[in-house]
């Protein structure tokens, strides 16, 4: 099996999943895909309608303390850039740029990363290395 059959069936059992996510309320998204020359494996993320806050902040609490955020910043809404974002999310696995924040302008997510000029506004002692 070739990279790009990978991806063609990517998109086809998404859009099977679509459908049915669609008639049930639900959404459902596939994940990472490992393959080799004979088969692939796809793991699946199904959320109810309606609770995707609550997932966002069950994550964002249950992976705050490896960045030294609290459970109640959640929600913190802080001025970056001279925009107003709230602190929605965080991604344990982005290096890089494991903040999410939501722009209160236009509800676009963006990330962040955590530097000193974060850590300054965030109220944490240095960048955390992850």
């Known amino acids: 099996m070739e990279r790009q059959d990978v991806k063609k069936y990517r998109v086809e059992i998404q859009g099977l999943l679509d459908g049915y996510a669609k008639e ?3 959404t459902i998204k596939i994940g990472q895909i490992s393959y080799d ?5 796809a793991s699946f ?3 109810e309608a309606g609770n995707k806050e609550d997932v966002r902040r069950m994550d964002f609490e249950k992976h705050c303390g ?3 955020l609290k459970k109640e910043d959640y929600g ?10 709230k602190l929605v999310g965080i991604k344990p696995k982005g290096r890089k740029y494991p903040l999410v924040f939501e ?6 997510s963006y990330k962040f990363k ?3 000029y974060m850590c300054d506004k965030l109220g944490l002692n240095e960048p955390m290395v992850v």
């Open 37 to 41: 020359k004979n088969d692939f494996k």
């Open 66 to 68: 490896m960045f030294g």
């Open 76 to 85: 913190r809404i802080e001025k970056l850039m001279g925009k107003s974002y």
């Open 45 to 47: 993320t199904l959320v």
């Open 114 to 116: 955590i530097d000193n």
């Open 103 to 108: 722009s209160m302008d236009n509800g676009n």
């Open 24 to 26: 049930k309320g639900v």
